[in-house]
């Protein structure tokens, strides 16, 4: 199977009442699996009285590549945004798989009608460079798996904030069941409901410093909501690596809410063996973009 990428999009502002569009734009020639795509509107004031994930109050009213090729119809039409929700456990719709170049700009545009909450909005997708197909994961050896995981810290608000996570052994981790943890501050006033992937977004990721998972053009961020402990599915493949005692895996991730997360850490399950890195896998050492 392939190795895919975060293609992330910049935030934009979601007004009560207001339509908003949210848009990828990919940054080199590959292919974009929009079935998996994931929608994330979540409140960023901080009111302790309404849900952080506002998803569910948004319809949407088009979908579109290069403003074309419109993937939703119906007279005044108001498709529910869920259907793009990162806790779904399934695809509603066999959406196409759709080829892209570089400066190809995936567009949704939507509704909200929540009254008296602010929100913002970003959409991701799967993305599948050229230059990745046919690329072999590392094959995890035989053995039972252990957790790899980084120190926790807080994650200050509307601030991009380092994680890094440093190997002790030799191995093979699969860096699509990545999870994460952390908490909102309720002890500042901060208890609304909702989870806390809800409103944090992953600005960054790589292997050893080398390719960024997450792309695209912009500052894009993408949904930590794919890496949920709670989610019934991985929406991305973002590859088994081989891995030597040292190495790290870094994420620089971002909350959007009015109030810090407690706590933040993430871990991938791996299983440790004494093969070290082969030269050919697992740095990643493709043409950075």
Not at 33 to 40: A, E, K, S, V, Y
Not at 115 to 144: I, K, Q, S, W
Request: hydrophobic fraction near 40%; glycine fraction near 10%; charge should be negative.
């Amino acid at each position: 199977m392939s190795l895919e990428f975060i293609l992330g999009s910049p935030l934009v502002t979601a007004d009560s009442g207001t339509a908003f569009s949210v848009s990828a734009v990919a940054q080199e020639d590959g292919t974009v699996f929009l079935p998996r795509g994931i929608l994330n509107v979540f409140m960023d004031n901080g009111a302790s009285d309404a849900p952080i994930d506002l998803t569910a109050y948004c319809g949407i009213t088009a979908i579109e590549i290069d403003s074309g090729s419109p993937q939703a119809k119906g007279l005044n039409r108001s498709i529910p945004a869920a259907a793009f929700s990162g806790k779904r456990l399934a695809d509603f719709a066999d959406l196409p798989v759709v080829r892209v170049k570089s400066g190809t700009t995936i567009t949704l545009t939507l509704e909200y009608t929540a009254t008296g909450v602010e929100g913002l909005a970003g959409v991701e997708f799967p993305f599948l460079a050229d230059r990745n197909v046919g690329y072999r994961n590392a094959l995890m050896p035989n053995g039972p798996e252990l957790w790899a995981g980084c120190p926790k810290a807080n994650v200050a608000d509307a601030t991009d904030t380092t994680f890094t996570l440093t190997f002790q052994d030799n191995g093979v981790f699969d860096f699509s069941r990545v999870i994460v943890r952390g908490h909102l501050d309720i002890a500042a006033g901060r208890a609304a409901p909702g989870t806390h992937t809800d409103s944090m977004l992953i600005q960054s990721a790589k292997l050893n410093g080398n390719q960024d998972f997450v792309v695209g053009q912009g500052t894009r961020y993408g949904s930590l909501a794919f890496a949920n402990p709670l989610r019934g599915r991985n929406f991305y493949n973002l590859g088994k690596w081989a891995v030597s005692s040292g190495d790290t895996l870094v994420m620089i991730v971002r909350h959007e809410f009015g109030s810090e997360v407690k706590d933040f850490s993430f871990a991938v399950p791996m299983v440790a063996s004494d093969i070290g890195r082969p030269p050919s896998q697992g740095s990643l050492s493709l043409p950075c973009k």
